[in-house]
């Protein structure tokens, strides 16, 4: 399994193994209405991906990446020469953090060492928000690897404790792999708009992984009753156009349920997915029933 470069917290990276026994054995095309760092496309096979997300900063990132398809030397000369004149740790270059510094703070240590620097480079990108290098970076170093902007379109992610380590390195080299192996192309509309704009064909996969309704993080704090229905809809609309989806979601998690959720599935295939939940602001361990609602019965697809 390869780790998405984006490094989403809650992304299904390490759920792909259960959910690719439960995708058709032959997808024409992998459609992805809410793709976020690309853990699912990253980890399937199909003769095609069409990946969408409507946040346009993680698209304008992805097609960033895939400018560099067959030119990964020169992306990663272009990257790391930048974290080394900003004077950020990288322990993926041996630049390593003073052993003072880090028993001083044991737990922080990267993000005390580098706060001055990032808050540097987030000023910078600041006034240049076309500089994708830059927001990259500030992905790297970010706090829980998140993409923010405040209202003013102002990117305000503080420091995170991390760096560019040999993970970071490790995930943008199978990122470039799956890129120059594979066809894929990205688009940056809302989730109905994009779904109704395409022109199905046969074996094609819509694979849907939405903010949860009943979960808690920056990802899914705009998405409510009314997005949830106007989901719903546009799957039914799918299958009755003979469009094969399968939906990741949670019917309960911590004392909640999704009771809109659980009415809509009985008219699908739903199959238990083992998972430990993780939201953005807390990171504990969640009980959570989360689930793969599929229109298709995985045998002779």
Request: proline residues 2%.
């Amino acid at each position: 399994m390869s780790r998405s470069p984006f490094f989403y917290v809650g992304d299904k990276y390490k759920l792909m193994k259960q959910l690719n026994r439960l995708f058709p054995k032959n997808i024409n095309r992998l459609i992805e209405p809410f793709c976020g760092g690309g853990s699912v496309f990253l980890n399937s096979k199909a003769n095609y991906f069409i990946a969408n997300d409507n946040n346009e900063y993680v698209i304008k990132l992805h097609n960033f990446l895939l400018s560099y398809r067959g030119r990964r030397q020169e992306f990663f000369e272009l990257l790391e020469n930048k974290i080394i004149s900003a004077n950020l740790s990288a322990s993926a270059l041996n630049i390593m953090v003073d052993e003072d510094l880090k028993k001083q703070y044991v737990k922080t240590y990267y993000a005390v060492y580098n706060k001055t620097q990032y808050n540097k480079l987030k000023e910078e990108f600041n006034q240049d928000k076309e500089n994708l290098l830059l927001l990259y970076i500030l992905l790297i170093y970010g706090f829980n690897h998140m993409i923010r902007f405040n209202k003013s379109g102002v990117f305000n992610l503080p420091v995170g404790n991390v760096d560019y380590n040999q993970n970071v390195k490790e995930a943008l080299n199978n990122y470039f792999d799956f890129i120059e192996k594979n066809d894929i192309e990205f688009q940056c509309f809302d989730f109905e708009d994009f779904i109704k704009s395409l022109a199905f064909q046969e074996n094609d996969l819509v694979y849907i992984d939405p903010p949860y309704l009943i979960s808690s993080s920056e990802y899914n704090k705009d998405w409510g009753i009314a997005e949830e229905q106007r989901l719903l809809n546009c799957l039914d609309w799918l299958n009755e156009r003979g469009v094969k989806f399968a939906l990741s979601n949670v019917l309960n998690h911590k004392g909640k349920t999704n009771e809109l959720l659980i009415e809509w599935a009985k008219k699908y295939k739903v199959t238990k997915i083992k998972s430990n939940y993780i939201s953005y602001h807390d990171n504990t361990i969640k009980k959570s029933r989360e689930v793969l609602i599929t229109n298709y019965e995985k045998k002779g697809v």
